[in-house]
């Protein structure tokens, strides 16, 4: 089955910018989503989707970027409030089938 | 506002069935995939199965096929997910969530909207 790889965890200090990857076969021609989850058991927050695009009421230092099969989340000066863990989400290559990577836990202090 | 709803869920033996349901209210429930979602106890998220708008195709992680099954209501905006042969590992917080919409002139990207999710403990 198909599988997206993120690191376990990415650790900044207040105002650095921290970089989240996902890779996966099938990004080289289908969009990432990014999810933020403050705490396990709590309702994801879509943080980035279609690869680079910000909804409304996300902060800009969070963008997106996806290129060939390896897609990320930067934080421009990153801020405690943006702990916590990030997933990325995406379909395989049939666009039917979708997956989470395994998620990052990102620190900021 | 818009909003999704989860109900149904408990605690239920292993082999045992529940059904779960997610109500959409705030947007036009009709034109959208529908998605269920879970997390496992201190695990990550996993996708369970998607419903594309008018019921007509289903998919479904393949840990769950042959014992889920996702349906749809439209008129009521509701979603359901019916969940036979349960096993311990399928313990989790449930949440449906808003994938993509469709009507006949426009595309919304969605994946938005998530339910506070409903947990299913599945235990002797």
């Known amino acids: 089955s198909y599988e997206l790889t993120q690191s376990p965890s990415v650790s900044v200090s207040p105002g650095q910018t921290a970089r989240i990857t996902c890779s996966g076969d099938?990004?080289?021609?289908?969009?990432a989503y990014w999810y933020r989850q403050q705490k396990s058991g709590q309702a994801p927050v879509l943080v980035i989707?279609?690869?680079?695009k910000r909804p409304s009421g996300i902060p800009e230092r969070f963008s997106g970027s996806n290129s060939e099969t390896l897609a990320a989340l930067t934080i421009s000066g990153a801020q405690v409030e943006d702990e916590g863990d990030y997933y990325c989400?995406?379909?395989?290559?049939?666009?039917?089938?979708?997956?989470f990577g395994g998620g990052t836990k990102l620190t900021v202090l | 506002e818009v909003q999704l709803v989860e109900s149904g869920g408990g605690v239920v033996q292993p082999g045992g069935s529940l059904r779960l349901s997610c109500a959409g209210s705030?947007?036009?429930?009709?034109?959208?995939?529908m998605t269920w979602v879970r997390q496992a106890p201190g695990k990550g998220l996993e996708w369970v199965a998607n419903?594309?708008?008018?019921?007509?195709?289903?998919y479904y992680v393949d840990s769950v096929g042959g014992r889920f099954t996702i349906s749809r209501d439209n008129a009521q905006k509701l979603v359901f997910l019916e969940m036979n042969g349960l096993r311990a590992e399928d313990t989790a917080v449930y949440f449906c969530?808003?994938?993509?919409?469709?009507?006949?002139?426009?595309?919304?990207?969605?994946?938005?909207?998530w339910g506070q999710g409903t947990t299913v403990t599945v235990s002797s």
């Open positions: 969530g808003r994938g993509r919409g469709y009507d006949a002139t426009n595309y919304y990207p969605g994946m938005d909207v």
């Open positions: 705030g947007f036009p429930f009709g034109i959208y995939w």
């Open positions: 419903i594309k708008k008018d019921g007509g195709e289903k």
């Open positions: 099938a990004l080289s021609n289908k969009y």
């Open positions: 989707y279609e690869d680079s």
């Open positions: 989400y995406s379909t395989d290559y049939t666009g039917n089938y979708w997956v």
